[in-house]
């Protein structure tokens, strides 16, 4: 069974003893693979480059950007140029938010009767 899309707090955005923020939670879909065992998947800001596949020249999909590809790329486009905003600005045009974390999580399921 699968629920969500449900708010979970970011463990790596919250801090003790302050109140959260908006920006301290993330999507997340919860998928019960059994009574005692869930995976979620957590959406979070990645590179659209992140696993990024390109055309070849006969239209077939080829494999996925190299690490190399990928820091070439990213020199390209944050470097040696003036931009027009903030690099960190500029970074995030560059990102979306999709399921790039997988938790496998233990459970606890309890059944009630309401009579």
């Known amino acids: 069974m699968e629920t969500g899309p449900v708010l979970l707090l970011d463990p790596d955005r919250n801090k003790v003893g302050r109140p959260a923020d908006f920006d301290d939670f993330r999507w997340a879909y919860l ?12 959406e979070r800001p990645t590179s ?5 596949a390109h055309k070849g020249v006969n239209r077939k999909s080829a494999p996925a950007l190299t690490p190399a590809q990928i820091e070439q790329i ?8 003036e931009m027009p905003v903030p690099e960190e600005a500029l970074r995030r045009i560059f990102e979306t938010d ?3 974390e997988v938790n496998s999580r233990g459970v606890k399921t309890s059944l009630f009767v309401l009579d």
Do not use: N, Q
């Not at 998928?31 to 957590?42: A, G, H, N, T, V």
């Not at 659209?48 to 990024?52: A, E, M, V």
């Not at 990213?74 to 140029?81: A, N, P, Q, T, V």
């Open 31 to 42: 998928d019960y693979r059994s009574f005692d065992k869930m995976r979620i998947f957590l």
């Open 48 to 52: 659209i480059l992140s696993g990024t």
């Open 74 to 81: 990213e020199r390209r486009l944050f470097s040696d140029w």
């Open 98 to 100: 999709h399921f790039s």
